[in-house]
């Protein structure tokens, strides 16, 4: 199992169960949507309960509610495409704006291949209907476009080529007449005619794969109980590596968990039959072939999982009781409301791998109970409390038999309760409230277990082209933004003044043009590419850097003599808002402003002379900046006492300002201390509303 997870496949696969978590995550509000509106727009329930009043056809509230399931009905409707994006957003490394504008370009050119081509072979006739030749089923619309019927796989097909696409050919060049279209441009470009490719292949290989998933769709349903367990107990033993999405997503959303017709329509996956029976006034009993890969999570979810929070309570040493029922507590109850159990699971499958097993077992056989008992509750994405009453209680016992459930609930309940206790007693296990003293009551989480399973080391960049313009630009910590055009290479710098022509000429550029904090680097029509690589080169420093000044404490003492102030109270929203980083503000006497800490200074402001930067020994980047908008005033009355790369010591001098100067150009003349990358360290807290002496006063502490 470890040489599976530390190979190629094992990545491939957990990266493609992670871009299936956000189109999954959208169920639940269109389910929430779907399930509320469908139920109380059901004539049936409307008539048993009196309530043509309130809403009854017409009336304000059933507009609404008909609007809330057409609007959960349409999302269900196009999770192809959506699939399709968010496989391509969670699989490109990089420009993954570029990868989900292909995908949804290169969906449509897919499918509208596929329709010219069942035009031109007569499936699909000059009027628009199906030819009597073509199965049921075979077909289905998709977007507006009559295709074959691929469900997400299709999308998925799309999501994985066009991930693989950006990847490729991102940083695509061509030949000078061309260049405009290197780059990223070429993304989708690559994409439309791939797909067309592809959708000319689908044609013809697609009936072939259709019949397969519905013979392996088959051989699941017909396996009887036996099925049921199995597909249960795979699904959670999956989940610590990641994989259960890949599991059953194939089940909910496409042939492999079934096929119904519902009025008149062809509906194929388990989760998709659920929610069109839901939404259809004509269903009096919901198919027990789609719940029984739903169902099956409800009794350990809300039942089970909470009785095995209440054996680590009662295991626990009686001096620890009261912080982990806590604890324990606030996770049983988000399984039971929600259905999200991975505080519970992690936790001991951090300490007793064989109990998550017996786990798994107990979810098989959850999943074979309520086969057996014919329950049939849906879901959109974990069976908590509040799916069980859209989908179980709202839609009564006859559609649903869900009273059948309880007596399972409670007999999991006990069933959890009586083994975890018994098995952590037993073998003594470490359960919260059992661990040695000093040692710290916590749950775990999935990325504890991440990290318990493997740690990676971060590639090395070697990239001195981007390096040269880091230096020509002025420095990692001077650049703000990075954006560019057909030709030019376009920047947001802290600090203009700092940027060098010689060296980013030296990197190609033909031109360099400034203008405020803006820069934009000529490099003609190859720049999409020189900007992807220089992107990545700026997040890999940064990436660095904070590996390097991670968990440091910082002290800073005062830069000038005066009231301190909070930042948010300075009059430009870039430092009011923290936008650049924390810091903090003095209201100056006499215009001197000193080093508040030891470092050395790596930006100086020469013609305006108002800012001047300082990096500390351990890499944290500071910002001395004297003023609003002083950098009008070019220089005038301020004098600068260092340069860049002097060593300096706390209380140094460093600037000395006419404060009546700035004052009657009707300018702030506060001084400002902002630490650049304070998310790299522990949290700042600042003294405000004190009488500060520069360079003796401590105000900004970092713990």
Same mark, same amino acid.
């Given at each position: 199992?470890?040489?599976?997870?530390?190979?190629?496949?094992?990545?491939?696969?957990?990266?493609?169960?992670?871009?299936?978590?956000?189109?999954?995550?959208?169920?639940?509000?269109?389910?929430?949507?779907?399930?509320?509106?469908?139920?109380?727009?059901?004539?049936?329930?409307?008539?048993?309960?009196?309530?043509?009043?309130?809403?009854?056809?017409?009336?304000?509230?059933?507009? =609404?509610?008909?609007? !809330?399931?057409?609007?959960?009905?349409?999302?269900?409707?196009?999770?192809?495409?959506?699939?399709? !994006?968010?496989?391509?957003?969670?699989?490109?490394?990089?420009?993954?704006?570029?990868?989900?504008?292909?995908?949804?370009?290169?969906?449509?050119?897919?499918?509208?291949?596929?329709?010219?081509?069942?035009?031109?072979?007569?499936?699909?006739?000059?009027?628009?209907?199906?030819?009597?030749?073509?199965?049921?089923?075979?077909?289905?619309?998709?977007?507006?476009?009559?295709?074959?019927?691929?469900?997400?796989?299709?999308?998925?097909?799309?999501?994985?080529?066009?991930?693989?696409?950006?990847?490729?050919?991102?940083?695509?060049?061509?030949?000078?007449?061309?260049?405009?279209? @290197?780059?990223?441009?070429?993304?989708?470009?690559?994409?439309?005619?791939?797909?067309?490719?592809?959708?000319?292949?689908?044609?013809?290989?697609?009936?072939?794969?259709?019949?397969?998933?519905?013979?392996?769709?088959?051989?699941?349903?017909?396996?009887?109980?036996?099925?049921?367990?199995?597909?249960?107990?795979?699904?959670?033993?999956?989940?610590?590596?990641?994989?259960?999405?890949?599991?059953?997503?194939?089940?909910?959303?496409?042939?492999?968990?079934?096929?119904?017709?519902?009025?008149?329509?062809?509906?194929?996956?388990?989760?998709?039959?659920?929610?069109?029976?839901?939404?259809?006034?004509?269903?009096?009993?919901?198919?027990?072939?789609?719940?029984?890969?739903?169902?099956?999570?409800?009794?350990?979810?809300?039942?089970?999982?909470?009785?095995?929070?209440?054996?680590?309570?009662?295991?626990?040493?009686?001096?620890?009781?009261?912080?982990?029922?806590?604890?324990?507590?606030?996770?049983? =109850?988000?399984?039971?409301?929600?259905?999200?159990?991975?505080?519970?699971?992690?936790?001991?499958?951090?300490?007793?791998?064989?109990?998550?097993?017996?786990?798994?077992?107990?979810?098989?056989?959850?999943?074979?109970?309520?086969?057996?008992?014919?329950?049939?509750?849906?879901?959109?994405?974990?069976?908590?409390?509040?799916?069980?009453?859209?989908?179980?209680?709202?839609?009564?016992?006859?559609?649903?038999?869900?009273?059948?459930?309880?007596?399972?609930?409670?007999?999991?309940?006990?069933?959890?309760?009586?083994?975890?206790?018994?098995?952590?007693?037993?073998?003594?296990?470490?359960?919260?409230?059992?661990?040695?003293?000093?040692?710290?009551?916590?749950?775990?989480?999935?990325?504890?277990?991440?990290?318990?399973?493997?740690?990676?080391?971060?590639?090395?960049?070697?990239?001195?082209?981007?390096?040269?313009?880091?230096?020509?630009?002025?420095?990692?910590?001077?650049?703000?933004?990075?954006?560019?055009?057909?030709?030019?290479?376009?920047?947001?710098?802290?600090?203009?003044?700092?940027?060098?022509?010689?060296?980013? +000429?030296?990197?190609?550029?033909?031109?360099?043009?400034?203008?405020?904090?803006?820069?934009?680097?000529?490099?003609?029509?190859?720049?999409?590419?020189?900007?992807?690589?220089?992107?990545?080169?700026?997040?890999?420093?940064?990436?660095? +850097?904070?590996?390097?000044?991670?968990?440091?404490?910082?002290?800073?003492?005062?830069?000038?003599?005066?009231?301190?102030?909070?930042?948010?109270?300075?009059?430009?929203?870039?430092?009011?808002?923290?936008?650049?980083?924390?810091?903090?503000?003095?209201?100056?006497?006499?215009?001197?402003?000193? @080093?508040?800490?030891?470092?050395?200074?790596? !930006?100086? !402001?020469?013609?305006?002379?108002? @800012?001047?930067?300082?990096?500390?020994?351990?890499?944290?980047?500071?910002?001395?900046?004297?003023?609003?908008?002083?950098?009008?005033?070019?220089?005038?009355?301020?004098?600068?006492?260092?340069?860049?790369?002097?060593?300096?010591?706390?209380?140094?001098?460093?600037?000395?300002?006419?404060?009546?100067?700035?004052?009657?150009?009707?300018?702030?003349?506060?001084?400002?201390?902002?630490?650049?990358?304070?998310?790299?360290?522990?949290?700042?807290?600042?003294?405000?509303?004190?009488?500060?002496?520069?360079?003796?006063?401590?105000?900004?502490?970092?713990?």
């Amino acid at each position: 199992m470890k040489k599976f997870e530390n190979s190629n496949a094992f990545a491939i696969l957990q990266k493609i169960g992670g871009s299936f978590f956000l189109p999954v995550s959208i169920l639940p509000i269109a389910g929430l949507l779907l399930g509320v509106g469908a139920s109380f727009t059901n004539q049936n329930t409307i008539h048993a309960y009196h309530l043509e009043a309130f809403l009854g056809t017409g009336t304000i509230l059933n507009t =609404l509610l008909v609007i !809330m399931a057409q609007v959960g009905s349409t999302i269900f409707g196009n999770l192809p495409i959506i699939f399709a !994006m968010a496989v391509a957003l969670g699989m490109a490394k990089q420009e993954k704006a570029v990868a989900v504008l292909s995908a949804g370009i290169s969906f449509f050119v897919m499918h509208s291949t596929i329709n010219a081509l069942l035009k031109s072979t007569g499936q699909i006739l000059p009027n628009g209907k199906y030819a009597d030749t073509v199965l049921n089923g075979a077909l289905t619309n998709v977007c507006g476009i009559d295709s074959l019927q691929m469900g997400v796989f299709g999308g998925i097909i799309v999501g994985m080529g066009v991930a693989a696409l950006t990847n490729r050919f991102y940083k695509q060049e061509l030949p000078a007449v061309l260049s405009f279209f @290197a780059g990223i441009r070429f993304v989708p470009i690559i994409s439309v005619l791939t797909f067309i490719g592809v959708g000319i292949i689908s044609f013809f290989i697609w009936p072939f794969i259709q019949t397969g998933i519905f013979a392996v769709g088959g051989l699941v349903l017909n396996s009887g109980y036996a099925g049921t367990f199995i597909f249960g107990f795979t699904e959670r033993i999956l989940i610590p590596f990641g994989l259960h999405h890949v599991f059953y997503i194939p089940f909910w959303q496409t042939a492999l968990g079934g096929t119904a017709v519902i009025d008149g329509v062809t509906v194929q996956g388990a989760q998709n039959i659920f929610f069109a029976q839901l939404a259809s006034p004509n269903t009096t009993v919901f198919s027990v072939d789609a719940c029984r890969f739903m169902t099956g999570k409800y009794p350990f979810m809300m039942a089970g999982l909470p009785g095995a929070a209440l054996a680590m309570y009662h295991c626990a040493k009686p001096e620890n009781k009261k912080v982990v029922g806590g604890l324990l507590l606030s996770a049983a =109850l988000t399984s039971f409301l929600t259905g999200i159990t991975e505080p519970i699971e992690f936790t001991f499958l951090f300490i007793a791998p064989a109990l998550y097993i017996l786990h798994c077992c107990f979810a098989g056989l959850s999943f074979l109970l309520m086969h057996m008992l014919n329950i049939c509750i849906g879901t959109t994405f974990s069976c908590g409390l509040i799916d069980f009453t859209l989908y179980g209680l709202l839609q009564g016992s006859a559609k649903t038999n869900w009273p059948y459930i309880i007596p399972v609930f409670i007999l999991y309940f006990v069933l959890y309760y009586v083994v975890f206790k018994f098995i952590i007693r037993k073998f003594n296990l470490k359960t919260p409230g059992r661990e040695s003293n000093g040692e710290t009551i916590k749950l775990y989480s999935k990325e504890d277990y991440k990290k318990q399973q493997q740690t990676k080391a971060a590639d090395e960049l070697d990239d001195p082209k981007s390096a040269m313009i880091v230096q020509g630009l002025g420095g990692e910590a001077n650049i703000q933004g990075i954006e560019c055009c057909a030709t030019r290479l376009r920047l947001t710098l802290m600090n203009s003044d700092s940027v060098d022509e010689g060296i980013l +000429k030296s990197t190609g550029a033909v031109g360099v043009i400034k203008k405020g904090k803006g820069v934009q680097v000529i490099y003609g029509p190859q720049v999409s590419i020189i900007k992807s690589n220089f992107e990545e080169y700026v997040t890999y420093l940064r990436s660095k +850097k904070s590996e390097h000044v991670n968990h440091i404490k910082l002290e800073l003492r005062a830069a000038a003599t005066g009231k301190v102030i909070s930042i948010s109270e300075v009059p430009d929203e870039v430092f009011s808002t923290c936008s650049m980083g924390n810091g903090y503000a003095i209201q100056s006497e006499d215009g001197i402003v000193v @080093a508040p800490a030891n470092g050395m200074v790596s !930006m100086v !402001m020469k013609d305006s002379k108002h @800012a001047v930067g300082i990096t500390l020994g351990n890499g944290i980047e500071l910002l001395i900046h004297v003023g609003i908008d002083t950098v009008d005033l070019k220089g005038d009355g301020f004098t600068l006492f260092v340069k860049q790369g002097q060593k300096i010591k706390t209380g140094d001098k460093l600037i000395e300002f006419d404060k009546n100067k700035i004052e009657a150009n009707k300018l702030c003349a506060d001084v400002l201390v902002v630490v650049l990358n304070n998310e790299k360290v522990p949290v700042m807290q600042y003294k405000t509303g004190i009488h500060s002496e520069r360079g003796k006063t401590i105000v900004g502490i970092a713990q």
